[in-house]
């Protein structure tokens, strides 16, 4: 009988593809790995967002309404400017005039 140790029992061939193999495992493993974590913090984050919608805080459809009302309130406002400049306008024609007479 033969006392040979593995190495010299398997192919070369054998062992290397079993080193392929144990390297695409880790690989494999540590994208895996790599995932589980961006899951996790996924998940913290999604956990974050629940609790802050269970706690009534605004959400899409109340920051579209909030974003309308600022809009019309915006409108309003450029229509009020516009009223005093024509008022200014009229009022510095009103001054010229006086001075010219």
């Not at 974590?37 to 109340?62: D, F, M, T, Y």
């Not at 909030?66 to 009223?83: F, T």
């Amino acid at each position: 009988m033969s006392t040979s140790g593995p190495e010299e029992q398997g192919s070369p061939d054998g062992w290397e593809r079993l080193e392929a193999s144990v390297e695409a495992l880790l690989s494999r493993n540590d994208a895996l790995v790599e995932r589980a974590r961006a899951a996790e913090a996924r998940i913290v984050e999604l956990e974050w967002e629940l609790e802050e919608a269970r706690s009534g805080a605004v959400g899409a459809g109340e920051l579209q309404s909030e974003l309308e009302h600022l809009r019309g309130r915006n409108r309003l406002l450029e229509d009020r400017m516009a009223e005093g400049r024509a008022r200014v306008r009229q009022i510095a024609d009103r001054l010229r005039l006086a001075r010219e007479g």
